[in-house]
């Protein structure tokens, strides 16, 4: 049940900053989804993953977990470093500096990711554990 909560405690942080940054990034050049939106898209991403492993704690469920986490993280690293052009509707998103918020999101990303990659290892784990069980026990019922 721990890593559940701190898997869904990262994915709402991550939430939380997206959508208090959001509103600061929504002007756009015409023709392309504004910046704003992209962390309002993510904000809703992350925090239907953090319900869902609240509520299921399932392979699944860890799985959508670390996909979230894990290209949110990605994102913020990448446009943090490279300064990737325009494609297509996404804009260009190059900011070249740490500021607390965007800290703190990447840092929850990171988190998340590993918590939902520990979710999916020990989701793996239980799984061949009880597969096991189930043999043994049905050899003992002889």
């Known amino acids: 049940m721990a890593l559940r909560l701190l898997t869904a405690l990262a994915l709402f942080i991550d939430a939380g ?50 996909v979230v986490a894990l290209s949110a993280f990605a994102a913020v690293v990448l446009y943090r470093y490279v300064d990737i052009p325009a494609i297509g509707p996404i804009p260009a998103m190059y900011d070249p500096v740490w500021f607390f918020s965007k800290s703190l999101s990447a840092v929850a990303e990171g988190a998340g990711a590993l918590l939902a990659l520990a979710g999916l290892v020990r989701g793996r784990r239980r799984r061949t ?14």
């Open 129 to 142: 554990s009880d597969a096991g069980a189930g043999v043994r026990s049905r050899r003992f019922r002889r």
């Open 17 to 66: 900053v997206h959508l208090f940054l959001a509103p600061g990034y929504q002007n756009t050049q015409p023709g392309t989804v504004s910046q704003g939106t992209l962390f309002l898209l993510e904000a809703a991403a992350a925090l239907v993953a953090g319900v869902y492993v609240l509520v299921r704690g399932s392979r699944a469920a860890y799985g959508v977990a670390l």
